[in-house]
């Protein structure tokens, strides 16, 4: 079964739980909010339908210069946001381990400059019932 594929933008410096932990609470929401936003409007712009179960695979797609020594799991935080973006735009009901398994972190393409890094989320799951988010009994997607 071939994914569905939802490409985030870098929007601003990655979430990373390395540098989590010294980073001030408000820029870590904001960072937060960045994230989980960009995701939400790539799922609307994309052509993914409400899903079922799914399992989801995060790529991290960074220039070079980034990759030398990169560990993909310090950016589950940045997938963390992008799944709740992805909630918010009606994929799936919640993000409970009913719904969703992983983000399962990799290291994806190289880009070619930083204008084109992104968070690449592949979705492995089969389409649900229209309006998923609503007849699960959750609220509606904004």
Known sequence: MEPYT???PATGDWLNANR???MH???DRYLTALWREAAGWAAK???VPALGPTRVVAQLRVVARRRSRIDPANYAPTAKAC???LVDAGIWPDDSADWVEGPDMR???TAAKPADEALVLLLYGQPCCDGAHTRHGHREAA
């Open 107 to 109: 290291l994806g393409e």
């Open 20 to 22: 989590r932990r010294n």
């Open 25 to 27: 609470w408000t820029k």
């Open 6 to 8: 939802i490409t985030v």
């Open 83 to 85: 799944v709740d973006g």
């Open 45 to 47: 712009a994309s052509d």
